[in-house]
């Protein structure tokens, strides 16, 4: 699945919302607390709702970017079956920023029909919140 995302600040600007990965949990829509595992590993904690259903969930994730090339990979492992890899790129101007975001799910159960449309919106809202962090 891939996603593109508009943003009135700068490449420079939007990165560290992506990379630091405190600062990510600060701003996503349902991450309620990440853990420094060390070595660009994390253990993230999520809450939401499936429906009417409250959910809570950890996993571990590995991060790995390069400011130069404002890219940043995630590699994330959900209840120990699906994997899921985004890669994100970051291109513009000094007012202006395209976030493109490519998820691949990879996993011995079908999840994609499951975690697509979560992703969509968990990263609308995420990318909204980017733009309106001062």
Known sequence: ??????????????????ADMHRFAQI??????????GDNNYLVY???????????T????KVQSDEE??????HAVISGIAHIY????????????EVKETIHTRSLVPVSFIVNPIFKKQHAILFQNIGNAS
Request: glycine share 4%; net charge neutral; charged share 20%.
């Open 1 to 18: 699945m891939q996603l593109t995302f508009q943003l009135t600040k700068s490449p420079q600007e939007v990165f560290p919302f992506l």
């Open 28 to 37: 996503h829509p349902v991450i309620t607390r990440i853990e420094d595992r």
């Open 46 to 56: 999520e809450k939401m709702n499936l429906g009417p259903i409250p959910y809570t």
């Open 58 to 61: 950890k996993y571990p994730i």
């Open 69 to 74: 090339k404002l890219w940043v990979h995630y």
């Open 86 to 97: 985004i890669d994100i790129t970051l291109t513009g101007d000094a007012n202006h920023c």
